[in-house]
């Protein structure tokens, strides 16, 4: 069974610039969660969909981000214009709909954002 | 508010030895707590988790955690470390504030445990 990819691994641009991350979670997966890690700090929650609905989205740091998860399935997070404080890693997660332990989340590897 | 504290940015152990990493946890209601690992240029790995019941859980790889409820801890352990065991250590606890199956996770600064041969 194929775990939570994401794309890309590492994304270099420049300030001003636009980037789209994407995660494509576990095949039926309803559940699909982005947190983001700053350097050396703790990771971050910044939202949550159920299948196509964002949940929650309480963690997004202000309108310069935006995720979407098309027919609920992939999802992609854009960051429109990008500025130097939201270099970090990004990661992607996801879990089953009210089955199997709580809390236990499948991770991708993140895709890595360094804004010059 | 609820959050998770690890208060060392970096253990280090000589292999064989026993090792600890700390963790700490402020959270309403009961508690659902859990490890990750983060191997270098991995994602992050699911290690343990406390639900209920017996305050000792194992997970994998030989780890174990003890959930002490009066301090509010959940110290990750091992007998014996291995230098495969260098890694980075998240401790997280579930966001109390929904329920069903909504899975948030409240997660530390994280610990870079490193194991000397």
């Known amino acids: 069974e194929a775990g939570v990819t994401q794309f890309p691994s590492h994304s270099v641009i420049e300030k001003g610039q636009t980037v789209t991350l994407r995660c494509d979670p576990i095949?039926?997966?309803?559940?699909l969660y982005w947190y983001r890690r700053v350097m050396g700090k703790e990771i971050k929650f910044l939202l949550h969909?159920?299948?196509?609905?964002?949940?929650?989205e309480s963690g997004m740091p202000n309108n310069r981000f935006l995720a979407e998860r098309t027919g609920g399935t992939y999802s992609t997070l854009k960051v429109q214009p990008a500025e130097l404080e939201d270099s970090g890693v990004y990661f992607c997660?996801?879990?089953?709909?009210?089955?199997?332990?709580?809390?236990?989340?499948?991770f991708g590897e993140g895709s890595r954002l360094t804004v010059l | 508010a609820q959050s998770v504290a690890q208060p060392e940015d970096q253990v280090n152990v000589a292999e064989g030895n026993p090792l600890t990493v700390k963790c700490t946890y402020s959270?309403?209601?009961?508690?659902?707590l859990f490890w990750y690992v983060q191997y270098p240029n991995r994602g992050l790995q699911f290690l343990l988790k406390?639900?209920?019941?017996?305050?000792l859980v194992k997970g994998s790889y030989g780890f174990e955690a003890e959930f002490n409820k009066s301090q509010t801890s959940f110290h990750l352990k091992k007998p014996s470390a291995l230098v495969s065991d260098s890694a980075l250590y998240f401790c997280?606890?579930?966001?109390?504030?929904?329920?069903?199956?909504?899975?948030?996770?409240?997660f530390g600064a994280g610990t870079r445990l490193a194991v000397h041969p």
């Open positions: 969909f159920v299948k196509e609905s964002k949940q929650d």
């Open positions: 997280a606890v579930r966001d109390t504030t929904r329920t069903g199956g909504y899975n948030k996770l409240i």
């Open positions: 997660a996801s879990s089953s709909l009210g089955q199997g332990p709580p809390g236990e989340l499948f």
């Open positions: 406390y639900i209920t019941g017996d305050n």
């Open positions: 095949s039926g997966h309803d559940n």
């Open positions: 959270v309403s209601g009961n508690p659902y």
